[in-house]
């Protein structure tokens, strides 16, 4: 009988790898700020319970980020370094996680697209050719749906909240909306090579489109349509899935890093 | 901000095993209050979890208010 050494796993190949690690990378790095994000209202949320959501939520992308970080020694990558040594030009981040949010209605607005749109891309692994992805992204994806709950219901809370409740939100959609998009990317050989070696089930236009299903929704509640917002990937880096450079912030940056505890490291 | 209520939480270890109480929390609706018992009891390994608005109770009878004392 075969056993699990004798097993032939067609993982993909040598070409699409560095494609595949650039993508873990914008995940891992992307989960560590948002992480640091919710836990910036663990105190100061607008009830004790919906700070306590962000505790776990906190709680759960820290956790996420790390095990993503842990993928990429299958690339040879120093994770010790990528986690405390980089600058901030080289993080690959979503950019709406750059700044601490202005307030609440900003931080709803990325559990809902920014939280959403990482949760539409990790279920894209959930089949995945790369098995360190495809034995991982299941039961994060189950820990992301009270993220989405979380996030959709006060989404419409704020929505129907009346004045300047619903137009905090409408704001914080107008800026975070468009930024999502084009996370995404556009079809490129790059991303259709993840595509056909089954890395992602399906391509960049695809995951957008699914991405706009999950939260058209809710953009229906504060007036807004995904079908108005021009894409324009002039900008756009594939390998940061970003349009601006930069980075996260000085603050964000020493925070994420951790060097205030470094200097407690004595080995 | 929207109106408050009281949910009370509900839960058990297994399932056939009855209801217990385990505690409340402020919710403004059922879609909030469903997320914040799940972020603020699951510690323990539930088998499942139920939030009821406290307004939904309705008394049946309560010896103190007989007056009778039993």
């Known amino acids: 009988m075969p056993g699990p050494e004798t097993e032939v796993t067609s993982g993909p190949s040598a070409i699409a790898l560095p494609g595949v690690r650039d993508l873990i990378l914008v995940l891992a790095d992307s989960k560590r700020l948002l992480g640091m994000r919710y836990a910036g209202w663990i105190l100061g949320a607008p009830e004790l319970e919906a700070g306590i959501a962000c505790a776990s939520m906190a709680q759960d992308e820290w956790g996420h980020g790390r095990l993503l970080y842990a993928l990429l020694k299958e690339f040879g990558d120093d994770v010790d370094a990528l986690e405390h040594g980089r600058e901030a030009a080289q993080y690959r981040n979503v950019e709406l996680l750059d700044r601490e949010p202005a307030g609440w209605p900003e931080l709803v607005a990325i559990n809902v697209f920014v939280d959403g749109a990482l949760s539409v891309q990790l279920d894209a692994l959930r089949e995945s050719s790369w098995a360190p992805a495809r034995l991982r992204v299941a039961k994060m994806l189950d820990e992301e749906r009270f993220h989405a709950a979380h996030g959709a219901a006060w989404f419409r809370r704020l929505a129907r909240g009346g004045d300047s409740a619903t137009e905090a939100l409408a704001r914080a959609t107008d800026a975070a909306l468009p930024i999502m998009l084009h996370w995404f990317g556009p079809d490129s050989e790059r991303e259709q090579l993840l595509a056909d070696e089954g890395v992602l089930d399906a391509r960049a236009s695809k995951l957008r489109a699914r991405f706009v299903d999950r939260v058209s929704l809710l953009l229906s509640d504060v007036d807004r349509d995904a079908a108005d917002v021009r894409l324009d990937f002039g900008a756009y880096d594939e390998v940061t899935r970003r349009s601006s450079g930069g980075g996260p912030d000085p603050r964000t940056i020493e925070q994420v890093r951790g060097d205030k505890n470094r200097t407690f490291l004595m080995d | ?70």
Do not use: C
């Open chain 2, 1 to 70: 901000m929207a109106y408050q209520k009281v949910y009370e939480v509900f839960a058990r270890k297994s399932r056939g095993e009855p209801l217990r109480h385990i505690g409340n929390l402020n919710a403004p609706d059922d879609a909030l209050a469903q997320v914040y018992a799940f972020d603020t009891y699951d510690e323990e390994k539930w088998f499942d979890m139920w939030v009821v608005d406290r307004s939904n109770f309705h008394e049946v009878f309560n010896r103190n208010d007989a007056g009778s004392g039993n």
